[in-house]
Every structure is written in C-alpha cells, then in structure tokens.
C-alpha cells in the first residue's frame, strides 16, 4: 500500500517556504513561479505557519488586507501534519475530515515534505490502476466468454 512517503518519492519533496516577514505579495509571486499552492512560513528555520490560495481569497476580501503586509499576519499557525508512514486512505480521511487542500508530512518529527490533496488523489487512482492491470492478468474476460457449463 503506498503511503505518504512513496507519494513525496514520486512527486518530490523539495520544501518551498518563505520568512514570516515577507509581504504577501512576494509570496504570492513566489508560489506562482512554483506553481504551488501552499507556502510554508519559517521563522529561525522552523515552520511556524502555512499560507494557501485559499487563505488569500478569504483574507482579499478583508477591508484591513494589504498585499504589502507581512505574511505572518495572515498565516495558518496550527499545522496539521501526518506521519510519512500513513496510509493514502488516511490522508484522504485528514483533507475530508479538516476540508483543507495541504498537508506536512513528518518522519523523526522533521517535515520532509507537503502534499496536497490532488497528490494525494493522483496517487490513490495509479494505485488502484495497478491493481486492475493485475487483476485483469489474473482473470482475462476471454475465460468469461469461453466459459461453459458441461453439457449432460
């Protein structure tokens, strides 16, 4: 079973994040050149928040928001992680069960890397591809067609 890890494996892991001063607008331009949707924000190089698409669409609407504010005002602080051993089932019951899109993954309580929950889907569909392809070796519909009751 393919967990968080064999994911990050295949998409890679880098890690894109920016400081906790830096103003929205840098960030924005930073996620579009990575084409990401999450920024994980870092202070004294530990992540202390995450910033999303979403994020930004909530807090636009905002009278007081202001592309040239930092960050770190807008930020997610409480970061839901999941372990890099967990199941693809379980990091599809975490994006459902939360209704967020991104999701650190740990080992030894050190973020190794994020997955969205596109990642994530893309990953379950190849998985469950693979297991028709071999199901489809194992019972070939030509057995079906050919398949007779004996005759008395």
């Known amino acids: 079973m393919y967990t968080a890890e064999d ?4 998409k890679g892991n880098e890690i894109i ?6 103003k929205i607008k840098d960030a924005v331009k930073k996620m579009v050149e990575n084409k990401i949707g999450a ?17 930004f669409l909530r ?14 005002k807008y930020m997610t602080r409480n970061i839901t ?8 089932y ?10 967020f899109r991104h999701i650190l993954i740990k080992k030894d309580e050190e973020y190794i890397g994020v997955l969205s929950m596109g990642d994530v889907i893309k990953a379950n569909l190849n998985e469950k591809t693979k297991e028709l392809k071999a199901l489809n070796a194992i019972v070939s519909w030509e057995y079906y067609e050919n398949w007779r009751f004996p005759k008395k």
């Open 7 to 10: 994911v990050l494996k295949e």
């Open 17 to 22: 994040s920016t400081s906790s001063g830096t």
């Open 90 to 99: 379980s990091l599809l019951d975490i994006f459902l069960g939360k209704r």
């Open 81 to 88: 992680s999941a372990q890099h051993n967990s199941s693809l």
């Open 39 to 55: 920024i994980l924000v870092e202070e004294n190089n530990n992540i202390v928040g995450i910033w999303t698409e979403r994020d």
């Open 59 to 72: 807090n636009s609407l905002q009278d007081s928001f202001d592309l040239n504010d930092t960050i770190d």
